[in-house]
Nanobody
């Protein structure tokens, strides 16, 4: 399993931007699909965006499409979630996850159980 460390969370006003980073300690991300998930208090975990090892396949949840962008730098062992035009409903703890699975671009949330390495979570609060 990978040890994933997240950073970049915080408090932001509605309409603002944040970029979350997720780095694999002492490893690259080669061979792993990456997923970003979030969980708000009292709600179920939601798949935000997933990206295949090569970057060729990705999915973005309808709730964030056009505002959030996932990317990855395998050589640096880092993945990013760029979040723009943030809304109060985006308030949640965000988790990155990795799995040695052939992600094919289908609905991200359905793959969560196949991701075996998880970060500790980064809290994002969108509030004025």
């Amino acid at each position: 399993q990978l040890k994933l460390v997240e950073s970049g969370g915080g408090l932001v006003q509605p309409g603002g931007s944040l970029r979350l980073s997720c780095a694999a300690e002492d490893s690259t991300l080669e061979g792993y699909a990456i997923g970003w998930f979030r969980q708000a208090p009292g709600k179920e975990r939601e798949g935000v965006s997933c990206i295949s090892n090569s970057g060729a396949w990705l999915d973005v949840a309808a709730s964030v499409k056009g505002r959030f962008t996932v990317s990855r730098d395998n050589a640096r062992g880092t993945t990013y979630l760029q979040m723009n035009n943030l809304k109060a409903d985006d308030t949640a703890t965000y988790y990155c996850a990795a799995g040695a699975v052939p992600y094919d671009g289908t609905e991200c949330g359905r793959w969560s159980k196949l991701f075996t390495s998880w970060g500790q979570g980064a809290q994002v609060i969108v509030s004025s």
